[in-house]
């Protein structure tokens, strides 16, 4: 392969059809850029190339495997000469070329492959039409939202079949079984429909419930038959060591999906985490499978009991139930004797190096030339001796570690000899004080996948290093191997997530633990009044790609803000009240009027001679363009049949305006004002509303991303808003009075969305509640 210079590979890539920006992140990995300039390369003159062959060579350079890779200028021709015209084409001439060592037989590859295989259209009709058969009844029931799943499985019953000719008969017989999409099918349409519905007699509007429930689009499963999850092999077909191995796999495990959520518990879950539950345990639903919940404890000196129970609760609180609940730690004893094995196999060794010894022997921090430890090479014997003598306590920590003799020459930075067990004398959550050394993460990760028959060990992409050493120490050790498959993280702006950060946070007291609502852990999230059902759409709708991504946290708000549209009560509330006096009612007078619910249903709410508004509802200013209450104009309140007009201001000492004196415009002709606010009432002479107290909560950083240096050159600290909490304390109407139990939610009127806080006394008539979100921006709001 020809060296390039940077600027050459950039402009090799963009040739491709590449962005500017792709092709950059494409230089940037390891892995991927030696790959695609390879098949570029072998490819010939891209003079001509067009669009969707460019893709293809990308996508050939994205999937290629460590076991075919040596084939991939073969495959490139094979796009370049117009044999692979598919993406599922290609996976299935990598997967061939895996098992060629010597020349490839072009006969067979064809074969395989279905290079020539044209599937007629009369073919794609009578299978499609069988498919239809089977599956009306749950076509019926599920309507249009079913098309990715038919699109998906069909992918494998009509092999070779252009997937476009097999997309339009699909739609073609959906349109003739179900008619023409509407609002139950096009969620695209239903997010931009602008239509609002009067929920009051006087004006208030809110937005049209979205016609897709929340909850349907929280269990969609849509996504896994889509993008980079529908690419994924099906159970039994990963490699093995040896045939034997899926052989036996097959028969424990009939040919289910099995997959895992392997949390550490050192920590509370976050919304990232959100992200990697749904992928899981979406994916095993998906093919009728499994999916544990495994706690990978093997890190004693930051586990904590507190964090097994949160992460629990938090995966039950999203609506998933594991199949079962495992722990690393319950094969402690198999992963000491496989270490054994593996020492005897003079795959692993002793070594006595310390931390900065061992770095050093990685290339230091000038990353120069690699070379292995004086015990490398040290007998088999020897090396078990060492071992026995760590476990009975013979080392002191640091003093011992067990390596696996890996390769050192090789450019992952996993092969240079990692640590598989360590000496650390700390007290286990669950194993007491029986162990005195430790696996490593990258010694049992794998290894417990594969105890447990995981079909689909699925991970995040800094972990794409690890996926040749995870095979490695499973291959040395000969036992069944699952395939790990790495896909993006996901990160919102003007947040953290990282444990480390989040425990700065806690521990420094930045926040008020690790449920501060400012915080995104799911723990916060659920105490400010995020939704299960919108936190699982959210991540859901997001897809699966395998390229990190930043989301602005307005779209997270945005489907929470849906969804609490669709459940949330209404009620009044002023957050800053200022007394209103209607001069020209009686002492004494209480009606009860009905707040409409966007159901239909109403609550009563009591209207007297003295009620409060918000104190931003009025202004002395001559402002043409404030369009709520002035004295001598007129405003309407929520609900009530006529308007008032302020008469009088009243002021304390210093200037503060205390009270307004009002008249109900009850004997006045009729006039409907331009706005309308929001009011609460005494329930009978001298008895005040509801006081409540509200916290008002925004984004704990200033800028998108607090982990920028360049955004922010003091460090992320240095971002923190010292305003993302302001307590008001302010009135509640007292009609929903039953309502009011833990974490309840509940539409402000006119001012959001809000959850009450665990910190509420019931029993004392405390109440607390957290701003989840703001209603959705209105131009004319405050006008």
Known sequence: MTELEENEIISLFEAIGLSNQKALETKNNKKLCPNLINAIQSFGSIDNLDKTTGALIYNLASLITKDSVKHLPYISVCIRDKKLLSSDQILAAIKFCEDVDGEINDEEFNRYCGVGVEVSQEEIAEAVGEFFKLKKKELIEKRYTMLGPILGTLRTTIKWANPLL?????????????????????????????????????????????????????????????????????????????????????????????????????????????????????????????????????????????????????????????????????????????????????????????????????????????????????PVEESLTEFRKMKEGFYAEGEATLRMKMDMNNPNPQFWDLVAYRVLYTHHVRTKDEWCIYPTYDYTHCLVDSFEDITHSMCTVEF????????????????????????????????????????????????????????????????????????????????????????????????????????????????????????????????????????????????????????????????????????????????????????????????????????????????????????????????????VEIRLYSNLFHHSDPDNKEQVPGGWLSDINEESLQVKNGFMEVGIRHQLVPENKFQFLRIGYFCIDKDSDFEKNKYVFNRTVGLKEDSRKDK
């Open 166 to 378: 097999v997309k339009e008969e699909v739609e073609k017989r959906m349109l003739e079984l179900l008619g023409p999409k509407d609002e139950r099918d096009d969620l695209k349409a239903k997010k931009k429909e602008k239509k609002k519905e009067n929920v009051n007699v006087k004006g208030a509007e809110i937005v049209t419930a979205p016609q897709i429930s929340m909850a349907e689009r929280a269990k969609t499963l849509k996504f896994v038959f889509e993008g980079e999850l529908a690419k994924l092999h099906k159970a039994g077909e990963n490699k093995q060591i040896n045939p034997q191995l899926m052989k036996d796999h097959l028969k424990r495990t009939k040919g289910k999906v099995i997959t895992r959520f392997p949390p550490e518990p050192n920590g509370f879950l976050h919304i990232g985490h959100a992200k990697a539950i749904n992928v899981n345990f979406a994916y095993a639903e998906a093919f009728k499978g499994e999916t544990n919940l495994r706690y990978d404890d093997t890190n004693p000196e930051a586990e904590e009991d507190q964090y097994f129970q949160s992460i629990l609760k938090s995966i039950e609180w999203l609506g998933c139930k594991p199949t079962r609940v495992t722990y690393s730690s319950d094969h402690f004893q198999k992963l000491y004797e496989l270490a054994i094995v593996l020492t005897k196999k003079d795959k692993a060794y002793v070594c006595h190096c310390t931390a900065q010894q061992m770095h050093e022997g990685r290339g230091g921090d000038t990353k120069g030339e690699r070379k292995g430890c004086i015990h490398r090479d040290r």
């Open 464 to 691: 794409v290093m690890s996926r040749e050493s995870y095979y490695w120490l499973i291959d040395a050790l000969e036992i069944y191997k699952p395939v790990q498959w790495e896909y993006g993280r996901l990160k919102l702006t003007n947040t953290v997530l990282s444990k480390r950060k989040l425990n700065k946070l806690v521990t420094e007291k930045y926040v008020a633990g690790w449920d501060d609502p400012r915080l995104h852990t799911l723990d916060a999230l659920r105490r400010r009044g995020f939704t299960p059902e919108a936190i699982n759409a959210f991540v859901r709708e997001l897809g699966v790609t395998t390229t990190n991504s930043t989301i602005e946290m307005s779209k997270l708000e945005k489907v929470v803000r849906d969804h609490l549209n669709e459940v949330a009560p209404r009620l009044m509330v002023v957050l800053d009240p200022l007394r209103v006096t209607l001069t020209n009612l009686p002492y004494g007078h209480v009606e009860e009027l009905e707040l409409k619910e966007k159901d239909g249903s109403t609550h009563l709410v009591p209207f007297s001679k003295v009620v409060y508004i918000d104190r931003s509802d009025f202004s002395e200013e001559d402002d043409p363009n404030f369009f709520r209450l002035k004295k001598g104009m007129s405003v309407g309140l929520l609900q009530v049949p006529h308007p008032i007009t302020c008469n009088e201001v009243i002021k304390d000492s210093k200037g503060k305006i205390i009270e307004l004196k009002c008249n109900y415009d009850k004997d006045v002709k009729f006039v409907k004002p331009k706005t309308y606010i929001q009011w609460v009432g005494e329930s009978s002479r001298h008895q005040s509303p509801i006081p």
